[in-house]
Every structure is written in structure tokens, then in C-alpha cells.
């Protein structure tokens, strides 16, 4: 059996530490928002390069949050991408905003920003929310170029970018510097993921900041006096602690990611698969995370032959995302129909995610992409 992810391995390795801090926590007598969320909070906000970290419960809380202490009012329009996970989007309509979809570059599956550029032409737009999706950044540069330009909020979505880099201004900076805030999930299958739910908001606005801790926990600047109505959704103590002993590993876990994108695209390529797979660029910095590796077959007969096979053969695969989101049915009133958003269309039908955690060794490798050969031809 070879996962789609496996924890345990990782746990193995860390057991002692992991026990020991969720002990401190629990004999410290404080499991609401002490001392670990606020170390956690400032290392995430260091590690990303902005002031201020705030924990929520997870990451559609802080997509929901985040957007709300922006600023955004009932009918905002919100640029996204419909080929990612459903919070994303659905955080703007719980926020009473209109989502507007515009397809994903068919190299990066990331937003297509040439394409947000004519609808912020055209439309009064509130904001973006782009993804960072599998891993890989969004053009850091020209997400600054259009807020600036535009004069609109970003909200980036880092669930699945962690670490993840990009230039601006011949600057190497992090996804999730340069927005106005960003969120991150740490739900237990990200790169940075606890064994239960969490998520943060990150900004280096004071008003954002503000707002948000404000807002997760019921909208009260002081216990018992609410300015507005807010959430209950507070980073768990213990989640905190668990996540400042692997934040420790993160870099290390992430090297250990891109190499193994790195052999996966060496068999790929001494086999010679008519099979769409993430190139590894040599770059000064990590473009791509790798929180999924995502490979892309020429039709849906052919993935979901290999599909089959390699579950046969105890190999864990997924689909993101089986339906995009501008045609899911909760979204039927926003008028979008098959065939507006091609290229994420076509995605949602020939895309693959293959196992990938950092203890994946180089045969198990090996066998995933011998298996997707043998299912290819069967």
C-alpha cells in the first residue's frame, strides 16, 4: 500500500515532542488562546515577512474572517478561480459578496491574472482572492502590479502554499506578503498541518489585524462587550502547540518535497509518458511547494483507466477538483454554464494527484509511475 498521504511515519519521528508539548499544554491549565497561538502566530508572521498572525479555527474560518475585516460589503464582486476548493469561493457569498470566476492558466493551473486584468477593466471589483494552488505561486509581481493599479484589496489563499516564493522587484518574498492579508490552513494534510483543524490569518494592516481578532471570538474587543456580531473560532491551544514543534521541520519537510517532485519527473521522463507532469525549474527560490503532485493525462478515459489501476495495486490517488466551482450547483445563480471556463473544465476531467509526503521513498516512487505505465497501456 502506498497512500495519497501519510501521517504516521512523520508522527513516528516526532512522537516524544509532539507528546511532551500537548502535555505542557494540558498541565498549563490555559487551552484557549495562550501562549502557544501567540508564539505560533509569531512565527508563522515572521516566516511569511508580515507583522501580524492571527489563529482561527481553520481555514474557511479564516478566509470568511479575513474578507470581512477587509472591508467587504453585501454585493462586492470578488475575483477568484473556480478550480480550487470550495471555501474559497463560498467565502465570499457567506459575506453576502458576489464571486466572479476567471479561468486558470493551463501551465500553473493558478488564476489567469492576464484574464482578472480585463474583468477589473470592465467591472467595479472589491477584490481578488488568488490561490497558491497545489504549491505553487501566483506571480507575486503582478498580483502587486494590478492592486496597485486597481486600486482593489487582495486576500491570498495560502492553504496549500506554505513556504512557497516568488519575486518582486528582483526580491524574493513569500506567498502571502503581498496581499493586503492572506490566510493558511492547517488542516492535518497540508505541508504545515496539525492532527485536527486550524488555520491563520496574516496582514500588516492594523485595521485588518484588528478586526480579525476581534472577530473570532464574537466580535468583542473585551470579554463580554461586542462591538459587532462575530464567530467563535478560535486556533485550539493544543493544535498550537503541536504546530510550533513541526514548524521546527518545515523547511526541512519542504526540501524533502521538491526532491521528490524531482524524481517523480526523472522516471517520468526516462519512460517517456505522454503524461503532463510538474517541471522542476531551477530557480534561487522555492516557486512550488508541493503540497499535491498533480499530473495531467490527454483525456478522461485515459485517467480514470489509470485511476482504477493504480487502486488496484494499493496506490492512493485523488482528484481536485472533480466539478469546478462555476458549475457546482449551490453556485447555479451566478448564471455560469459549461463551456464559459474551458481550461478549468478540461482540468477537472484529466488531472491525477499522486502520493506525495515527505517520507516517500524513491521506490515507492518508482512503483506509483511504473504502475501509471502498465495502467496506461492496459
Not at 474572517?65 to 477568484?80: E, P, W
Not at 466572479?100 to 471589483?125: A, S
Not at 494590478?146 to 526580491?171: H, M, R
Not at 522555492?286 to 499535491?292: E, L, P, S, T
Request: hydrophobic share 40%; charged share 30%; glycine share 8%.
Amino acid at each position: 500500500m502506498i497512500p495519497l498521504f501519510d501521517s504516521t511515519k512523520q508522527y513516528k519521528e516526532i512522537k516524544e515532542e509532539i507528546l511532551s508539548a500537548i502535555n505542557k499544554v494540558i498541565e498549563s491549565g490555559r487551552v484557549i488562546l495562550g501562549e502557544e497561538v501567540k508564539k505560533l502566530e509569531k512565527n508563522i508572521a515572521n516566516f511569511i515577512g508580515v507583522k501580524h498572525g492571527i489563529g482561527v479555527a481553520n481555514g474557511s474560518d479564516a478566509l470568511v474572517i479575513a474578507l470581512r475585516a477587509m472591508g467587504i460589503k453585501s454585493g462586492d464582486k470578488v475575483i477568484t478561480t473556480p478550480y480550487t476548493f470550495f471555501a474559497t469561493a463560498s467565502a465570499i457569498v457567506r459575506n453576502n459578496g458576489v464571486p466572479i470566476f476567471v479561468d486558470v492558466d493551463k501551465e500553473t493551473y493558478n488564476i489567469d491574472l492576464n484574464q482578472v486584468e480585463k474583468v477589473l477593466k470592465k467591472e467595479k471589483i472589491f477584490g481578488i482572492i488568488p490561490v497558491h494552488l497545489f504549491g505553487q505561486t501566483v506571480n507575486l509581481e503582478d498580483l502587486l502590479f494590478l492592486k496597485e493599479k486597481y486600486g482593489i484589496k487582495i486576500l491570498e489563499d495560502c492553504a496549500q502554499s506554505i513556504g512557497s516564493e516568488g519575486i518582486v522587484n528582483g526580491e524574493i518574498r513569500k506567498s502571502g506578503s503581498v496581499g493586503d492579508a492572506a490566510i493558511f490552513s492547517f488542516f492535518p494534510t497540508k505541508n504545515l498541518g496539525t492532527y485536527g483543524d486550524g488555520g491563520m490569518i496574516v496582514t500588516n494592516d492594523e485595521k485588518i489585524y484588528e478586526n480579525s481578532k476581534m472577530l473570532r471570538v464574537h466580535g468583542a474587543k473585551k470579554k463580554y462587550f461586542h462591538d459587532v456580531v462575530g464567530y467563535n473560532s478560535r486556533l485550539d491551544e493544543i493544535h498550537a502547540a503541536i504546530l510550533n514543534v513541526k514548524f521546527k521541520y518545515l523547511d526541512k519537510w519542504t526540501e524533502k518535497r521538491i526532491n521528490i517532485a524531482s524524481i517523480y519527473a526523472k522516471y517520468f521522463e526516462n519512460w517517456k509518458l505522454s503524461i503532463k507532469y510538474p517541471r522542476i525549474l531551477k530557480k534561487s527560490f522555492k516557486y512550488h511547494v508541493f503540497h499535491q503532485y498533480v499530473v495531467e493525462f490527454e483525456n478522461n478515459k485515459i485517467r480514470e483507466k489509470v485511476k482504477e489501476h493504480l487502486n488496484k495495486e494499493g496506490i492512493g490517488t485523488s482528484i481536485y477538483y472533480p466539478v469546478p466551482l462555476h458549475l457546482q450547483k449551490c453556485f447555479k445563480n451566478l448564471g455560469y454554464k459549461k463551456g464559459d471556463l474551458p481550461i478549468s473544465e478540461k482540468l477537472s476531467q484529466t488531472t491525477l494527484a499522486l502520493p506525495i509526503f515527505p517520507e516517500l521513498t524513491e521506490e515507492e516512487i518508482e512503483k506509483i509511475v511504473f504502475e501509471i505505465k502498465r495502467g496506461s497501456e492496459v
